[in-house]
């Protein structure tokens, strides 16, 4: 037991970044829930947000606009880039939600952002305890830093294990749980984890000899770049996007300051094309190339979004330099052009299988 009380329907809050800290949610009794796009079409976004902004911002605006998300409580924004914040102007004015808040994420991973990061979560407990009338103490904190402390373990262990040959998990399955930990009260999905980690034997499915691939990018939460992948006969070993690798490694230290460690661990966890340290970023890379003993890399993000469209360039640029299959996909988060990007995850599978022969 992890000492939650869990004989009512906890409220939902929902999330759009990784840098919300799941914790401060479950301290205050609710849900953290994240928030997936509803809409098959984008009908009513476009009135309210210019045409080049993000297919997944704009999604998720349609959906509210469209009151797909009338199970939930409200929801905590990031800075993360300008067309979040412009949604969350939007969605103060023309959603009705009980709730709304934005979080302040600093760029920088030092003291000094790591100080500035604490007094906007301590803002962000304030606004919990008033809105919904609870008390967030240390003691609920420190539970709840257990839990999640053991679910990203538990995870990280799962991708861990995806560097045995071959991989005992499909990258699609293994997504499908990420996110359903992700959605799902934490109490429903621990167990299912652990036993999927319990299972022995791969799928018959994967081969020794299948191309093994590394996808990076942002936001992918649907399965189908993955499923098109198993489908040309190749494995998707690992994702370091802000649903996998990244959003599950590293922990917050237990026994401290609960706020302050909450702060530490989100700040200082592998960071996103948004935040400065590139050279770290193609490190970790370089150094997941080798862990996992990838074979070809995918960047995938959705269109329109500057950070990752900036940064995938130049770190296909020193990937060539190495002459290692790189290959950049743009999507419409709906993967509206599948049939197109099917062709060319094909072309490219089969390139890698040509060098491997």
Known sequence: ??????????????????????????????????????????????????????????????????????????IVF??????????YDIWTHHVQMPFSHMLEIPKKKDGNAIRYFSEQLHGLKTTLEKVFEVNISDDKLEKAIGLMNEHRKIIIKLFERQKESPPPYKGSELLALCLEEMTRP?????????????????????????????????????????QMVEAVGASVV????????????GAVEEGQDPIE???????????????????????????LIQDYSVDGIIYSTG?????????????????QNRQFPFLILENDYIWGDEGRVRTRIEAFVEMIKGDLN
Request: net charge positive.
């Open 186 to 226: 934490k109490d429903e999905t621990t167990e299912k984890i652990k036993n999927v980690l319990e299972r022995v034997e791969p799928p018959k499915s994967l081969k020794d000899k299948s191309p093994r691939i590394l996808v990076m990018g942002n936001v992918i939460d649907k399965l189908n770049l993955f």
């Open 238 to 249: 690992a994702f370091d996007t802000c649903l996998g690798l990244r959003h599950y490694s």
């Open 261 to 287: 460690s909450i702060a530490r661990r989100y700040l200082l966890k592998p960071s996103c094309a948004r935040v400065p340290g590139f050279n770290e970023r193609i490190e970790r890379v370089e150094q």
């Open 78 to 87: 990031t800075n993360s880039c300008d067309g979040m914040r412009r949604l």
């Open 303 to 319: 269109k329109f979004c500057d950070y990752a469209m900036f940064e995938a360039p130049v770190v296909e640029r020193r990937l």
């Open 1 to 74: 037991m992890n000492g939650f009380n869990n004989n009512f329907r906890k409220k939902r809050i929902g999330w759009l970044c990784s840098y919300v800290p799941a914790e401060i949610v479950i301290a205050a009794g609710l849900e953290p829930v994240r928030i997936q796009g509803q809409v098959e079409m984008v009908k009513e976004a476009d009135s309210y947000m210019s045409l080049n902004n993000c297919p997944y911002l704009k999604n998720i605006l349609d959906s509210g606009l469209q009151n797909k998300f009338k199970n939930l409580e409200g």
